[in-house]
Every structure is written in structure tokens, then in C-alpha cells.
């Protein structure tokens, strides 16, 4: 059970890393550019994004997710099945944030005609909700590679 553990450890804290890689580029790069866009850019930049990375980050951190209860399971020891027990929470709290929070926003921009600004947009524009719940989301996939490396090391 315990090379079992230490390759479903460190494929999680792969998938975990990848995906809480291009969660920190967004949060430093990415959303502060599309805060800053006019109606127009925002709409498109969403619509050109999204698609690209809405079937890959579900992939990643379902992955990482699945990879970290696996090793959880088989982990032999309660320290490395602790950790990795907070990885996973953390994973599902990232999905959960994502699913109830940034997707239905994405959908909702993704079906916006950028040529045609809503007359009520200052209200309904989502940016700077979404900005924060990505933040938020962002942190805990950070701390959930903290964790997968962590009992990854355990493992060894």
C-alpha cells in the first residue's frame, strides 16, 4: 500500500501543482487585465478564455482530488493520511467554489454579444465578484499542493 500512497501522492501534487500554477497566473496577470478592460475586451478575453480553460482545470484538480483521497486510503501512517485528507478537503473546496461561484459567471458572460453593452451593466458587471471568489479559491488549491508535497514527503 505504501508505493501505492507515494505514486497517488505525487501525481496529485502534479495535477494540484499545474492547476494552482495557472490559478496564481490569473490572479496576478489575467483578472487584474480584465478588471481594467473596457465592457468589450472583458466580454471577449472571458469568451476566449473560458472554453480553453474550463475543460482543463476540472480535470486537473478532479484529478488531484481523486489522486489525494487514493493516497489517503493507503497512506500507512496517520500523519501522511492527515495531510492528505486536508489536501483533499481543500480540492473539494476549490471544485465547490468553482462550480457555485466563477462558472455560472463565465457562462453568464460567455453568452454576452461584447457589441452590446447591457444598459445596467455597472450592476451587473461580475468582475470584482469573481476576482474575489478566485482569490479565495486560489489560496486553498495553494495550499492544497502545500499539503499533497507535504505528505508526499511523509511518504518517502
Same mark, same amino acid.
Do not use: E, H
Given at each position: 500500500?505504501?508505493?501505492?500512497?507515494?505514486?497517488?501522492?505525487?501525481?496529485?501534487?502534479?495535477? &494540484?501543482? %499545474?492547476?494552482?500554477? =495557472?490559478?496564481?497566473?490569473?490572479?496576478?496577470?489575467?483578472?487584474?487585465?480584465?478588471?481594467?478592460?473596457?465592457?468589450?475586451?472583458?466580454?471577449?478575453?472571458?469568451?476566449?478564455?473560458?472554453?480553453?480553460?474550463?475543460? $482543463?482545470?476540472?480535470?486537473? &484538480?478532479?484529478?488531484?482530488?481523486?489522486?489525494?483521497?487514493?493516497?489517503?486510503?493507503?497512506?500507512?501512517?496517520?500523519?501522511?493520511?492527515? %495531510?492528505?485528507?486536508?489536501?483533499?478537503?481543500? $480540492?473539494?473546496?476549490?471544485?465547490? =467554489?468553482?462550480?457555485?461561484?466563477?462558472?455560472?459567471?463565465?457562462?453568464?458572460?460567455?453568452?454576452? +454579444?461584447?457589441?452590446?453593452?447591457? +444598459? +445596467?451593466?455597472?450592476?451587473?458587471?461580475?468582475?470584482?465578484?469573481?476576482?474575489?471568489?478566485?482569490?479565495?479559491?486560489?489560496?486553498?488549491?495553494?495550499?492544497?499542493? =502545500?499539503?499533497?508535497?507535504?505528505?508526499?514527503?511523509?511518504?518517502?
Amino acid at each position: 500500500m505504501s508505493a501505492l500512497a507515494q505514486t497517488a501522492a505525487g501525481l496529485a501534487a502534479v495535477c &494540484n501543482g %499545474v492547476a494552482a500554477g =495557472i490559478m496564481v497566473s490569473t490572479v496576478v496577470g489575467i483578472v487584474p487585465m480584465m478588471v481594467a478592460q473596457p465592457y468589450r475586451g472583458y466580454v471577449q478575453t472571458v469568451q476566449f478564455l473560458w472554453p480553453r480553460y474550463d475543460p $482543463l482545470m476540472p480535470i486537473l &484538480n478532479g484529478t488531484a482530488l481523486a489522486l489525494a483521497v487514493v493516497a489517503a486510503i493507503a497512506a500507512p501512517t496517520a500523519s501522511a493520511r492527515t %495531510v492528505l485528507v486536508v489536501a483533499a478537503a481543500l $480540492l473539494a473546496t476549490v471544485m465547490a =467554489i468553482s462550480i457555485a461561484k466563477n462558472v455560472p459567471v463565465n457562462r453568464y458572460v460567455s453568452r454576452l +454579444d461584447p457589441g452590446r453593452q447591457p +444598459d +445596467d451593466w455597472a450592476r451587473l458587471d461580475p468582475r470584482l465578484r469573481w476576482q474575489r471568489w478566485n482569490r479565495i479559491r486560489t489560496a486553498m488549491a495553494v495550499l492544497a499542493f =502545500i499539503a499533497n508535497v507535504a505528505a508526499t514527503g511523509l511518504l518517502t
